[in-house]
């Protein structure tokens, strides 16, 4: 046996996609800017649909006790069959609407009480933290701030904020950064700009995130992003939604298009440099994932613990009919080889 193999089955089984919920952090905001509270409240509706939000909002409720409870979290971990746990903020908590002071003081509030919650299991729970997207010139110090001063593991960020999308120049210091700590960097969307036309059968979830997925990795990719930042370590959400599926349309467009060559390779190729959990609902799809990316390139996720997760994460994966070695990659050693070469707080 290798020592990457002995490393691999020795890695412990590891959800890399779950989420808390910060109920401090939301009343600040709302005592605070309450004007931009309600604004966002309207964009929502508008985004989701009054039937989807009447859903919605029963459906966190019940879970509140799993979302902000370390105790809860462990007992369904382990009912799960995972050891541990990467926990990042749920996307509301994104305020990609929030002007520069607040949204940086949300960041690294953010940042505290996450590594507060997992400092209660530090064997079992890992965070990610926050950065204000919607403000690049401040990204770098919360970066820091998370990474160095609270010993998170890297950063959570929506698939855009504002005006500012992952192609954006701006965001050159915060990828230069993120490769230098050799943090992670995890792409979770949060609402969909289609807006109203997704309003109705929950599409604002069902195609509105894998379609910002995409979007987003489309702008990352195509940007050459990773050509000036190699060692970056991207993990998306939701298998990187519609794009490992289509990518061979990138590819035409990059073959043909004078303005779709602005990376150095077939878009394709830079799939097997990025991440991607098994939040895909589908063994088809799993195995799809698989053959574009590499079995290096998958990793366990759940989503908890929202309805539109997998309650039994760890079992979809190993009933997908893949080989014992590839189900330990993507159960544990991918995640681990992830964290190597961190900078340590």
Known sequence: MTVENERTADARVTDVHAHVLLPSIQAAVEARVPELV?????????????????????????????????????AVMDQQGVQVQWVSASPNHFY??????????????????????????????????????????????????AVLGRGLVGV??????????????????????AAELGCVIFLHPFGCSLDERLD????????????????????????????????????????????????????HAWAVRPDAQRCAEAPSTYLK???????????????????????????????????????????FVQDAGLSAEVVQRILAGNAADLLTGKVQA
């Open 38 to 74: 309600a604004e966002a409240a309207v964009l929502d509706l508008k985004r989701n649909g009054a039937e989807s939000a009447a859903v919605s909002g029963p459906m966190v409720g019940a879970r509140i006790p799993k979302l902000t409870s370390v105790a809860e979290r462990l």
């Open 96 to 145: 990609p609407w929030a002007p520069e002071g607040l949204a940086v003081w949300t960041a690294n509030e953010a940042n505290r009480l996450i590594a507060e919650h997992v400092a209660e299991a530090p064997d079992r729970l890992v965070g990610l933290g926050l950065v204000p997207l919607q403000h690049p010139e401040r990204m770098v110090e919360c970066l820091d701030d």
């Open 156 to 177: 959570e960020i929506s698939s855009f904020a504002g005006d500012v999308e992952l192609s954006d120049e701006r965001l050159e210091p915060f990828w230069a950064r």
């Open 200 to 251: 109705r059968f929950y599409l604002a979830n069902t195609v509105g995130q894998p379609t910002e997925n995409a979007v987003a990795l489309s702008h990352f990719i195509f940007a050459g992003v990773l050509d000036r930042h190699p060692n970056l370590k991207i993990v998306a959400a939701h298998g990187g939604g519609y794009l490992p599926f289509a990518i061979g349309r990138s590819d």
């Open 273 to 315: 440099k990025i991440w991607f959990d098994t939040v895909v609902h589908s063994p088809t799809s799993l195995r799809h994932l698989i053959d574009v990316a590499g079995a290096d390139r998958v990793v366990l996720g759940s989503d908890f613990p929202f309805d539109m997760g997998l309650d039994d994460p760890v079992a």
